[in-house]
């Protein structure tokens, strides 16, 4: 393959802000160069119509149609703008993520599903460039989570030779790679889905900027404790999780015991469960020194850095963009790396990540 193809990187996650997209070129001798990036945030509409599809509705096979065709507008539109960022890049794919709306692996029939709304047909058509997209499916059928699947990517951007690196991603959720000898990752938790939820229901705000609301909080020992108890905490990996599961409802039903609680204090103790979910994630896996790059939009959060790093003390906590990919490139960057990954039939999985049975070939391809 000529070193000069490109390849387009589309995420839009679970904290349903809109989509990133960067275009980007892996060199021969590693690592990645990006020359593109931008984000496009959703419509209200599509984004309040993606929040209602994360769970049971009316009507839902045909909304999710549509809102898979919304999501291929909105990714079209994203990549011109990229294009129009860098008009010479020559772009050999492009590897769309979707809209998560269930993620049940393992579940019902044993092998379960996951499920990434996107009409990649319909974004072939508009893009006129090859989309690899269904990145998750083939890791599920295999018998994995199909999540996470960027520690792969982490590992090849970011491992240092003769040193331990962790890589924390704080999205909707959160979710760690560990890089060393060999490598794993899992999910820890609520990112910052929870923490939007209640400051959109309270202060009407998008999300809680630098965490500043949370500080004006207090921590209350109680509830975290009751939401700490959830068995997701103390599961052994391979372990991934979603909205199916940290969820309004979810946090509503631990509230009741609480109902005294100032909403100050539960946005505190939100942004501590997050905090405590990721801190306890490591230690778990007896990982507690070296650097911890940060990334994903819960990396412009001070307050949650602030109380990470008091938990983590003997860890290093500093932004990816100190070690070469900025926070919210990250996860856009390693679906344009998945896509070269299928483009040149390499497996996209690490099987001691996800649980599947082996490495797999990951996306289905609509050609261009
Ligand atoms: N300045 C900021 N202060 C605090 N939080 C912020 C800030 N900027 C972004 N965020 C948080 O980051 C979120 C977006 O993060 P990101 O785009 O990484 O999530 P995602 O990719 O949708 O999720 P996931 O990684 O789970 O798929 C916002 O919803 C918000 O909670
Ligand atoms: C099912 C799904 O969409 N999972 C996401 C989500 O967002 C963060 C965390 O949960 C992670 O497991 C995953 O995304 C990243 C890109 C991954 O697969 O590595």
Do not use: K
Not at 226 to 236: D, I
């Amino acid at each position: 393959m000529p070193a000069a193809e490109h390849f387009i990187g589309l995420m839009s996650g679970t904290s349903l802000d809109g989509v990133d997209g960067v275009i980007a070129r892996f060199p021969e001798a590693g690592g990645i160069e990006v020359i593109a990036h931008q984000h496009q945030p959703f419509p209200a509409e599509l984004r309040a119509e993606l929040l209602a599809l994360n769970s049971s509705g009316a009507d839902e096979l045909r909304r999710a149609a549509l809102a898979g065709n919304a999501l291929a507008r909105s990714y079209a539109a994203l990549i011109e703008r990229l294009r129009a960022e860098a008009p010479q890049a020559d772009i050999r794919a492009i590897g769309a993520h979707g809209q998560t709306v269930r993620h049940q692996p393992g579940s019902g029939d044993g092998i379960g599903f996951t499920c990434q709304l996107l009409n990649g047909a319909l974004l072939a058509e508009l893009s006129c460039i090859d989309v690899v997209c269904d990145l998750r499916s083939r890791d599920v059928a295999a018998g994995g989570q199909g999540a996470p699947l960027v520690p792969a990517f982490h590992q090849a951007v970011f491992a240092q030779p003769e040193r331990a690196v962790a890589v924390l991603n704080i999205g909707g959720i959160s979710n760690v790679s560990l890089l060393g000898e060999s490598v794993s990752g899992f999910d820890c938790g609520p990112g910052n889905c929870l923490m939007d939820h209640w400051v959109q229901r309270h202060l009407g705000h998008q999300f809680d900027a630098d965490g500043a609301w949370a500080r004006q909080g207090q921590v209350l020992p109680e509830l975290l404790q009751t939401l700490l108890g959830e068995p997701f905490f103390s599961q052994a990996p391979p372990r991934s999780t979603g909205r199916d599961l940290f969820n309004p409802a979810w946090l509503q039903a631990r509230l009741e015991r609480h109902a005294a609680a100032s909403a100050v204090d539960v946005q505190a103790t939100l942004l501590a469960l997050t905090a405590h979910g990721i801190a306890g994630s490591l230690q778990q896996q007896g990982w507690s020194h070296g650097e911890l790059l940060v990334c994903g939009g819960g990396a412009f959060n001070g307050a949650l850095l602030d109380a990470l790093q008091a938990l983590l003390p003997g860890m290093q906590l500093m932004s990816s963009g100190l070690r070469g990919l900025p926070p919210m490139q990250v996860e856009a960057a390693a679906f344009a790396w998945l896509a070269e990954r299928f483009i040149r039939r390499l497996p996209g999985n690490l099987p001691a990540v996800t649980g599947a049975a082996g490495t797999r070939l990951l996306g289905a391809l609509y050609p261009a």
